[in-house]
């Protein structure tokens, strides 16, 4: 059983920066974090849950969604059972919650059905 829970969330104005985790627990914890890609996905209000970021187990292959690309940087810390999505000059279209998930494989997908385990989600608010 693996448990996700993100944290980081919070209101931001438009430019400023936001750094979000996702701590996972449970049983099998320590070898989803350790061999799965992993994702970050968000839903903003009124839209489908779209990808963001995704880094695979390893570490060394990260993607991106056009939207984020250059603005976001995903990465982990399998020891620590941890991964980061570090967000900067943040806008108002970055508006959403966002999700942290395991994949079911090494490597991470665009898709919300390449994922087993998903967070609860945390609030990113980015004003004008």
């Known amino acids: 059983q693996v448990r996700l829970e993100e944290s980081g969330g919070g209101l931001v104005q438009a430019g400023g920066s936001l750094r979000l985790s996702c701590v996972s627990s449970?049983?099998?914890?320590?070898?989803?974090?350790?061999?799965?890609?992993m994702g970050w996905f968000r839903q903003a209000p009124g839209k489908e849950r779209e990808f963001v970021a995704g880094i695979a187990w390893r570490g060394s292959d990260t993607y991106y969604a056009d939207s984020v690309k250059g603005r976001f940087t995903i990465s982990r810390d399998n020891a620590k059972n941890t991964i980061t999505l570090q967000m900067t000059n943040l806008t108002p279209e970055d508006t959403a919650i966002y999700y942290c998930?395991?994949?079911?494989?090494?490597?991470?997908?665009?898709?919300?059905?390449?994922?087993?385990?998903w967070g609860q989600g945390t609030q990113v608010s980015v004003s004008s």
């Open positions: 449970g049983r099998a914890s320590g070898r989803i974090l350790s061999n799965n890609g």
């Open positions: 998930a395991a994949a079911r494989g090494s490597y991470p997908g665009s898709r919300r059905d390449q994922y087993t385990y």
